[in-house]
């Protein structure tokens, strides 16, 4: 009995070892892109997101293109928006944020059924089939405006030190003349020797 005590009481210290070496700290919630977050050298994450659609969404607003469309609002196309870096994440992730912004304030309609790419593949069905009865929209919503992107990144280290710069780049294309009529790059460098919390 004192053998097996003993050994419990060994097996508690080691895991209380561990803990504080690994500076055990309980799940809890935090804001989402916050000064609490984690910011990773070598990887995009969500403040790097949030900071990107939050800059391209005022550059866009502030020009006043959207309102000078044919249509109001505003018939939105989203292209290929292309990760340029070594990164895994969503890259729909900052187009969503500001499409968030510009739909539900009236400012512009995207269309999810437009070609082989369709993002509501059903949307898209029932469409085509309204059209071919005849029991749909004469207007077909051709849109006024296509919107692409590409997301870079450049590294660079001195001694343990690394740095990487991520480059957001987005851009919109008048669909009735083929010209570029907006385009925004925003830059997000992160430096350290390893990943943070709240820096």
Known sequence: MNTLHHRCRACVASALVACALVACTPARYIETGGPESIVSVGDVDIQDVKKAASGMLQSLLATGVLAKSEHKPARL????????????????????????????????QVDTTYGSSAEDKTAQEVAKRRSFTGSGSSDLGEPDFSLTGRITQMKASADNMKQTTYTFRLTLTDL????????????????????????
């Open 77 to 108: 196309l989203i292209g290929s928006i292309v990760n340029d870096t070594s990164s895994q994440f969503d890259v729909g992730e900052v187009v969503y944020r500001m499409r968030e912004e510009l739909v539900n304030s009236g400012q512009a």
């Open 176 to 199: 009735a003349t083929g010209r570029e009529v907006w385009t925004k790059t925003v830059d997000m460098t992160k430096q350290g020797t390893k990943n943070a919390v709240g820096m």
